[in-house]
């Protein structure tokens, strides 16, 4: 009786074996984990899911429930990876003071500087330097550094770039790597400056008054609910830094003509003009009250079975977060935006795809990875905190699969964008799909923005997006559960899981 149960198991496991990567049928996905999961991520319950908040965490917690049911692994003591999410307000003591000897010109908030969004909460007083762009490029042949001595200085620096109406002189250094304040301030804090003034650049713009970034402390206007939440960057706030305006153009410089002609010699000579602001000093107070909020990706994986490729990764995410509700909500009407195809459904399919490795036990030689992200919506928060701090080396990182927005669109289409890219990839798809039969659109040339695959693309990751298109409810409250297509997202969910197992097994990368 044993030996023939041990047959037995043998000839079902030989027939699962054969009808996934022989793709004899497409019912390895369960389409009621997809429907389960898209009707309560996307239930009212929920609220929406907006990071950081209540339904979030109940999504989150849904997700770690079906992780450990499926008895996949942690990549370390837990499946959470928190996301270091902070809302600043600016606090109530701020000051700007520029000396001279014993002549003192109190600067007004508002009115004569801003202190940015990037600003430290911290005080300083120290010599003045102009820095020019504050760029420094020496790949480029520019450098507002070069033979400057800024530890423990306040730089002064203009926005923009050299030669910034000349697209043929210096052109390159428009990037943003380069010319964004957050990038100068970057530069700024590694030369060891102590605080930043950052003056708009008077030669191309004619509105010169600090604009900063726009605290709600300071405006009757805006809103508390306008500060946005943003990931903890220990690399930028910890100094000053500071928008000032035409008072500080003129103390410093004589005048804003007197500016504009320095800057003009910049943009002409395509050569810096850095120099101490001497006898100048000028003190500096920064108050940033900071309200910690909690949101994490949930991560899982199954380890790789051979000893060599289960140190390289195959990762299938989609981000499980939405955008909350109508903040002027009206009780007899629908205000919240369950976000059901956007993006409980590919959520609902990551967890599918992960059962079904589970379900018919599928060793991949390489390790698998089930990533849901948190904060796509606030700007793809959840993928970029991967990316910057990640759980399994990026180098290591041979593809990503993003389905994002799966059960809703045009009949059968399905767009792949990123296949383009990768024929090898598109080879596969085409294979994998010929039972599967999607009207798979392949031919995006340029990759389409604006999901999670894109923070992996920008470290050079293979990643592609799995999309069924655009529709009237996207980013609606009638984005309801009762719309979706379980069926479609069900298919979608087969061509990504039979691809995911391809990949996971494939001894080379063809790319």
């Known amino acids: ?221 805006i809103p508390n609910s306008f500060i946005q939440m943003s990931m903890s960057d220990t690399s930028i706030n910890t100094i000053p830094v500071i928008h000032g305006g035409p008072e500080t153009m003129k103390a410093l410089f004589g005048s804003v003509d007197a500016l504009k002609e320095i800057q003009l010699k910049i943009d002409q000579n395509s050569k810096p003009n850095s120099y101490f602001l001497e006898p100048w000093q000028a003190e500096l107070k920064t108050s940033i009250d900071t309200e910690r909020c909690k949101a994490d990706n949930i991560i899982a994986y199954i380890e790789g079975n051979d000893s060599i490729l289960k140190n390289e990764y195959i990762i299938l995410g989609a981000h499980y977060d939405h955008v909350g509700m109508k903040t002027d909500k009206d009780t007899l009407a629908d205000h919240i935006f369950n976000g059901a195809d956007d993006n409980a459904s590919g959520t609902a399919a990551v967890l599918a795809i992960a059962e079904a490795y589970k379900r018919y036990g599928i060793k991949p030689a390489r390790t698998v990875i089930f990533m849901l992200f948190a904060g796509e919506e606030l700007g793809l928060i959840g993928s970029t905190a991967y990316v910057a701090h990640p759980l399994f080396p990026l180098k290591q990182t041979r593809l990503m699969l993003n389905l994002d927005m799966i059960s809703l669109g045009t009949n059968d289409s399905l767009y792949v964008n990123g296949a383009y890219d990768y024929p090898w990839l598109k080879k596969n798809l085409d294979e994998n799909n010929k039972k599967i039969n999607l009207v798979l659109i392949t031919d995006n040339k340029k990759l389409i923005g604006g999901s999670d695959h894109m923070s992996f693309s920008g470290k050079e990751i293979p990643a592609v997006h799995f999309f069924t298109g655009l529709h009237k409810h996207y980013h609606q409250v009638s984005d309801e559960a009762d719309l979706t297509d379980t069926y479609k997202a069900s298919r979608v969910a087969e061509l990504v899981f039979l691809t995911s197992i391809h990949f996971a097994n494939l001894k080379t990368f063809d790319n």
Request: one cysteine or more.
């Open 1 to 221: 009786m044993k030996r023939l149960t041990i047959i037995f198991s043998v000839i079902v496991l030989t027939f699962f074996s054969l009808n996934i990567f022989g793709q004899a049928s497409i019912s390895q996905i369960d389409s009621s984990i997809i429907r389960k999961g898209i009707k309560y991520l996307a239930s009212d319950e929920l609220e929406g899911r907006n990071t950081p908040s209540k339904g979030l965490e109940k999504a989150a917690t849904y997700i770690i429930s079906s992780f450990e049911k499926l008895g996949l692994q942690k990549p370390g003591k837990s499946y959470r990876q928190g996301l270091g999410l902070e809302r600043k307000n600016l606090g109530k003591d701020n000051r700007y003071c520029l000396i001279n000897g014993q002549n003192r010109i109190e600067l007004e908030i508002k009115k004569d500087y801003v202190p940015f969004q990037m600003t430290g909460d911290t005080q300083v007083i120290a010599p003045l330097v102009f820095a020019g762009y504050g760029i420094s490029a020496p790949a480029l042949s520019y450098d507002d550094y070069e033979n400057l001595d800024v530890h423990n200085k306040i730089v002064v620096i203009l926005t923009g770039f050299p030669s910034e109406k000349d697209s043929a002189t210096l052109g390159d250094l428009k990037n943003k790597k380069y010319s964004s304040i957050k990038a100068k301030v970057k530069t700024a804090i590694e030369k060891g400056a102590a605080g930043i003034i950052v003056l708009t650049n008077p030669v191309n713009n004619l509105l010169l008054r600090p604009r900063g970034y726009p605290w709600p402390s300071l405006s009757k206007l």
